[in-house]
């Protein structure tokens, strides 16, 4: 199914009475150490703590009106999960959701928190494939974290609330994991004219940066990082693979040293508390990956479901 600028723009009224537009901050830090005009957009203080809340409620409210009462399985690295599970408490829905033992406790005892049942595997590949088996099996929908154009549709709607805000944009700098949200920004971008539209995968994970090299999806060896969320391979089935093609004008990669210098660098200068995958872009810029001295850039700081035990070992503490 294509997507376009008007499935982004349904996707933005049908959130409109569950979600506040979020905050487009500028940071004089990141101004003075890349010498453009950058401004963050806190997808962090979302209600569930991510940018995920969006492409969920969009399927979620869509779901309640074709299928009242049927649950909805998913897979999940954490900041999803929890985002459906939000969505389907507001909506007496039922979620089930697989996800990797490795999560950080926030995201896991989220939700659980919120009436999700919560099933774990060993990383975030084994946790994809056990949910489309549950599905199959139990003739429920499998909602794909990343995979569906209702999500990628709601993830949409952040470049919308930026575009509106600030027209002038020149780069939109967006962190990269199974590719829904740089999808969805870059599907308004494109459609809002000359914006260039940067992902940010991480040294420890790239399957869009290889694939794309490749002419194709093709396996990778996943490693550890401070971004858990943006961690494992892509599904060979992917919507968002082609989409990234037409839509996204480049990839870079953030290390983990640039990732720590992130985290505590927002803490520090911006008084935000951000997790590892939440601020790949920031990492980036940090890294001098990209260029952007001169252009107004916004740079989309996704989640903030850090562990505190995480913080501080960061932190050095």
Not at 93 to 121: F, N, Q, S
């Amino acid at each position: 199914m294509d997507i376009d600028a008007v499935a982004l723009v349904a996707a933005r009224r049908r959130l409109a009475p569950h979600l506040k537009p979020t905050p487009l901050r500028r940071s004089d830090w990141l101004s003075r150490e890349t010498g453009g005009d950058v401004h963050l957009k806190l997808e962090s203080l979302q209600p569930t703590g991510s940018f995920k809340i969006r492409g969920a409620l969009n399927f979620a409210i869509q779901h309640a009106a074709r299928a009242p009462g049927q649950p909805i399985v998913t897979a999940s690295a954490g900041n999803h999960g929890r985002a459906l599970a939000y969505a389907a408490a507001a909506l007496g829905l039922r979620a089930v959701v697989h996800a990797p033992e490795t999560a950080p406790a926030a995201k896991l005892d989220a939700i659980r928190a919120l009436g999700a049942e919560l099933r774990l595997a060993r990383d975030y590949d084994e946790a994809e494939r056990a949910a489309k088996r549950h599905a199959a099996e139990a003739g429920l929908p499998y909602l794909s974290p990343f995979s569906h154009p209702d999500i990628v549709a709601g993830a949409g709607t952040v470049a919308l609330e930026i575009l509106e805000e600030r027209p002038e944009t020149g780069v939109i700098v967006v962190p990269v994991g199974g590719g829904g949200l740089v999808c969805g920004i870059g599907i308004a971008a494109k459609a809002a004219g000359d914006i260039e539209v940067a992902g940010v995968e991480v040294e420890a994970s790239h399957p869009f940066t290889t694939g794309l090299a490749a002419g194709r999806i093709v396996p990778i060896e996943v490693g550890p990082s401070l971004a858990d969320g943006l961690v494992g391979n892509l599904d060979p089935d992917t919507i968002t693979f082609d989409l990234a093609r037409r839509v996204v004008d480049r990839f870079v990669l953030a290390s983990e040293a640039d990732l720590a210098r992130g985290i505590l660098g927002l803490l520090a200068q911006e008084h935000l508390v951000a997790e590892g995958a939440g601020i790949a872009g920031v990492a980036a810029l940090l890294g001098r990956r990209l260029d952007v001295r001169g252009r107004t850039t916004v740079v989309i700081v996704s989640g903030a479901n850090i562990d505190m035990s995480r913080l501080m070992e960061i932190a050095g503490a």
